[in-house]
C-alpha cells in the first residue's frame, strides 16, 4: 500500500476532528481554535489547508457524502436484479460506517447552514439531486414512472427522517433497527406498486 503524503495525512486528521467538533459542540461553537486545540496544533494549520472554518467545514461534508457514496459502490457491486440494487441503496444510507450519531448530527447542521452558504447549498443539492436520480432510475424498472417519481420522493423524505432522528439524539435508532424499519417500508410499498411483470426481488 502507497504512503500517504504527511499533508495529505493533516488533511485527514483536521476533516475527522471537525466532523467530532460539530458534533459536540454544534456548527458555530466549532470554532477553528477549538478544533486547532483538540488536536495540539495552531490555528494557523486549519487556514493553510483549508483557507478557515468554511473551507474546512465543506471538506467535512465532501467527507460524509463520499462515505456514503463508497458504500453505495460497494453494495450496488454485489446487486442484482432492480429491486437488490434498490435495497442496495437504502442499505448504503443506513450501513454502520455512515448512519453513527457524529455523522448524522454533522450532516444535520450541514443542512441548516445550506440555506445561507452556497457552497454548501450546492454539495447539499448536488448530493439531493444524486440520490433520487439513482433511486428513481431503478425504481423506473419495477413501476410506472409516475409511480418511481413518487415512490422516490418518499423514500429520500425516510431517510432524510432516520437521518435526522439519529442526528438529534445519540440513543437513537441504531443502524441495524434503521434499516429493518426502511426495508419494511420499501417491501410494502413495492408490494402495493410493483408492476405485475416485474420479478419479486
Request: net charge positive; aromatic share 6%.
Given at each position: ?55 474546512l ?5 465532501h467527507?460524509?457524502l ?29 450501513s ?18 445550506s ?36 415512490l ?24 441495524a ?25
Amino acid at each position: 500500500m502507497p504512503v500517504q503524503p504527511i499533508n495529505l495525512i493533516r488533511r485527514e486528521e483536521f476533516i475527522e476532528a471537525a466532523i467530532a467538533s460539530i458534533h459536540k459542540y454544534g456548527f458555530h461553537d466549532a470554532t477553528v481554535n477549538r478544533i486547532a486545540r483538540d488536536l495540539g496544533v495552531s490555528a494557523g494549520n486549519i487556514h493553510y489547508y483549508f483557507g478557515g472554518k468554511d473551507g474546512l467545514f465543506e471538506a467535512a461534508m465532501h467527507r460524509l457524502l463520499s462515505r456514503i457514496r463508497h458504500e453505495s459502490a460497494q453494495q450496488l457491486a454485489i446487486a442484482g436484479s432492480p429491486e437488490d440494487r434498490l435495497r442496495a441503496i437504502v442499505s448504503a444510507n443506513l450501513s454502520p460506517q455512515v448512519f453513527q450519531p457524529a455523522f448524522c448530527r454533522t450532516w444535520l447542521h450541514f443542512v441548516a447552514e445550506s440555506i445561507h452558504r452556497p457552497a454548501l447549498q450546492r454539495l447539499q443539492r448536488v448530493n439531493g439531486m444524486r440520490i433520487r436520480s439513482n433511486i428513481r432510475s431503478v425504481l423506473r424498472k419495477i413501476v410506472t414512472s409516475a409511480q418511481a417519481n413518487a415512490l422516490t420522493e418518499e423514500l429520500v423524505a425516510l431517510l432524510d427522517g432516520l437521518w435526522a432522528h439519529r442526528g438529534q439524539v445519540d440513543e437513537g435508532l441504531e443502524p441495524a433497527e434503521a434499516l429493518a424499519f426502511a426495508m419494511s417500508f420499501l417491501n410494502h410499498r413495492l408490494a402495493v406498486h410493483r408492476l405485475p411483470s416485474s420479478p419479486a426481488g
